[in-house]
T-cell receptor, first 114, second 113 residues
Framework: NAGVTQTPKFQVLKTGQSMTLQCAQD?????MSWYRQDPGMGLRLIHY???????DQGEVPNGYNVSRSTTEDFPLRLLSAAPSQTSVYFC?????????????FGSGTQLSVL | AQSVAQPEDQVNVAEGNPLTVKCTYS??????LFWYVQYPNRGLQFLLK??????LVKGSYGFEAEFNKSQTSFHLKKPSALVSDSALYFC???????????FGSGTRLSIRP
């Protein structure tokens, strides 16, 4: 199993450009989520999904869109990148429930917005 | 609303000494609680979780954590620190009535030889 796969690993954008960060998991996890990691701020939840067709906002959703058309994929879209979105982005997935719950993380995408 | 606080940005411990990394949480219902570790230039890895039952849970690499409902705390502990334990540690919480998982700001653990 590949686990959680994120692409790209690195990206540089200019202000105003758009892009999509890809996330795929092959563990049949219903829960998928996106976090951003900034120094001193920890991991902040951007958006999450509990299944195909269902998404919801996290702590810092502004400037980001998501969709979940399949169980496996959960792309994160930046419609108009801003320097404040410079960060490391992590996708994570999990089963939910008392027995098997734990997040599996991708290796991260380092994004710089100039 | 659910939240997690890790009051210490950094914890410094000598190798062989016990270590504690603190975490307090706030949820409206009953929590699921987690600890994750991040080594340099890596994603996060699961260490342990509290779901129900015994308040002392054991996890990977000799770590354990104690759930204290009255103090709303879930401190991470290890009896004897190793230099290889040096990393960034995150506490996380999920309210059982919700789906989202919220993380704390992280604590950098530094173990000196």
């Amino acid at each position: 199993n590949a686990g959680v796969t994120q692409t790209p690993k690195f990206q540089v954008l200019k202000t105003g450009q758009s892009m999509t960060l890809q996330c795929a998991q092959d563990m049949n996890h219903e829960y998928m989520s996106w976090y951003r990691q900034d120094p001193g701020m920890g991991l902040r939840l951007i958006h999450y999904s509990v299944g195909a067709g269902i998404t919801d906002q996290g702590e810092v959703p502004n400037g980001y869109n998501v969709s979940r058309s399949t169980t496996e994929d959960f792309p994160l879209r930046l419609l108009s990148a801003a320097p404040s979105q410079t960060s490391v982005y992590f996708c994570a997935s999990s089963l939910q429930g008392p027995t098997n719950e734990k997040l599996f993380f991708g290796s991260g995408t380092q994004l710089s917005v100039l | 609303a659910q939240s997690v606080a890790q009051p210490e940005d950094q914890v410094n411990v000598a190798e062989g000494n016990p270590l504690t990394v603190k975490c307090t949480y706030s949820v409206s219902g009953n929590p699921y609680l987690f600890w994750y570790v991040q080594y340099p230039n890596r994603g996060l890895q699961f260490l342990l979780k509290y779901i129900t039952g015994d308040n002392l849970v054991k996890g990977s690499y000799g770590f354990e954590a104690e759930f204290n409902k009255s103090q709303t705390s879930f401190h991470l502990k290890k009896p004897s620190a190793l230099v290889s334990d040096s990393a960034l540690y995150f506490c996380a919480v999920r309210d059982r009535s919700a789906s989202k998982i919220i993380f704390g700001s992280g604590t950098r653990l530094s173990i000196r030889p």
